[in-house]
């Protein structure tokens, strides 16, 4: 595992994609290729796409790829699509959008399932994107599955975030609805040679406009997590980021340059204002949250006779217990491991 | 915790437009819990196996209806040998007349599939390959 670390930071494609297979199927060498990657990460941009199904989040990365290779930067894309949740497959099919970035050597496209994961993006993606990071690409574009409302994830990975919609999607009121419209650096209306375009750009400025700045910079740093995070407002003074609505045809091109410096812009204020440091550590913070209810989770597990969970079911099952019970007894055993385990029976 | 799930591409080389056979199998081994990387039509051999070698394939399928099997076939294995992709398997689905069959098979492909296969075939046999896969590393 080593030697495919060191031929990764050499530049070998293939053990690029051997790297991404291991740290999507979460292998402990694939944690320790991690620790060692670490270090060279912190120096591409990352940028999220996101948007509904269908609105051309694929072929509006297609483009963006483009335009970043023609100003000579080397672009990693992370393309995520749904598993089914029935069967744990996947058709990957966004490949089929990004054809003329074939045969680049600039470019380097992975596809990812979801896996089980519900906020658009999957659990393994964030780890991706450091691999891709360490691998020296200069720009990572991570595309979502097509996202409802809710699947707001991908601003914990992103630097910048791109919501993608397209015409006759929702009126104003689905504009205003708490979600993934708040997360947007810049707002992209696609398909804009469609009848409707500029009613849909109508209505996403006149929901930034109701919107109060400051409340939105809260929300979306806490992303509708429970957990408490410390928000820092440490440019209160400065002009706040309005995201910026623009129209594109990722199609022809149309308004691609545009696009590509609207990002540059967002990307200069959030380094100049030093929002980039403040947000940088509450992801992290988040990540730890994350990853330490994971090992915690894990490691109750692997104390708790195999036995134990089923017969907890049957009693919720048979109404004995609810399930809030069963898990303060759960929980009780970890302090007193001889306990035994036993419904309520009252 | 280890989650080994197999990847496959699908891919359509040449020019003939005719996807509905590699839908039905790309939708067949999703059902079988896979995960299908489908590159739509009219791929060159190099592009097929780029996107063999990024995505980290377990296998590859091609599917062919326009008779031009015996002249993309071994062009795409050679693409696909000359990114040192000469351990991933390579099966053809499509129609595949019985005297091509054989020779095919000499060419670095695992497995043939006409018409009739059922896709549960196809399945079991792409699940044979990756477990062979894994108790060979």
Known sequence: ?346 | MTVRTARVLIAKPGLDGHDRGAKVIARALRDAGMEVIYTGLRQTPEMIAEAALQEDVDVVGLSILSGAHMTLVPRVREAMNKVELNDVPILVGGIIPDEDRDTLLTLGVVGVFGPGTTTDEIRDFIHTLVVKKDTNE
Do not use: C
Request: overall charge negative; charged content about 20%.
């Open chain 1, 1 to 346: 595992m080593s030697d495919l670390v060191t031929s990764l930071l050499a530049g070998s494609r293939r053990a690029l994609a051997r790297m991404l297979t291991q740290v999507e199927n979460a292998t402990p060498e694939a944690q320790q290729a991690l620790e060692k990657l670490f270090p060279h990460t912190g120096n591409a941009w990352i940028i999220g796409v996101t948007g509904a199904p269908g609105t051309g989040k694929s072929s509006l990365v297609n483009a963006l790829a483009k335009a970043y290779r023609a100003q000579g930067k080397t672009v990693g894309i992370v393309a995520v699509d749904p598993t089914s949740p029935f069967s744990g497959g996947a058709i990957l099919g966004d490949r089929i959008r990004m054809v003329e970035l074939s045969g680049d050597a600039g470019v380097f496209i992975r596809s990812m399932a979801t896996r089980g994961s519900l906020g658009g993006v999957a659990r393994a993606t964030r780890d991706v994107v450091r691999v891709m990071d360490a691998a020296g690409f200069d720009i990572i574009l991570v595309e979502t599955v097509g996202a409802g409302q809710s699947e707001v994830d991908i601003v914990r990975t992103a630097h910048t975030t791109v919501v993608v919609e397209a015409p006759g999607l929702g009126d104003d009121v689905q504009a205003i609805k708490a979600g993934i419209l708040e997360i947007a650096d810049v707002l992209v209306v696609n398909k804009a040679d469609r009848p409707g375009a500029n009613q849909t750009v109508r209505a996403l400025r006149a929901m930034l406009e109701l919107g109060h700045p400051a409340a939105r910079e809260q929300f979306a740093r806490h992303h509708g997590r429970l957990i408490e995070i410390e928000v820092q407002n440490n440019h209160q003074d400065e002009s706040l980021w309005i995201p910026p609505v623009l129209q594109t045809t990722a199609t022809n091109n149309t308004g691609i340059s545009e696009l590509v410096l609207a990002i540059e812009s967002h990307r200069q204020f959030v380094i100049e204002s030093g929002t980039i440091t403040a947000l940088q550590k509450q992801y992290l913070e988040l990540e730890l949250y994350e990853r330490l209810q994971q090992a915690l989770m894990q490691r109750f597990l692997q104390t708790m006779p195999k036995t134990a969970l089923a017969d907890m079911i049957n009693h919720i099952e048979a109404r004995q217990l609810d399930p809030q019970r069963a898990v303060n007894q759960l929980l009780a055993t970890l302090d007193q491991p001889s306990l035994n385990i036993q419904a309520n029976e009252s």
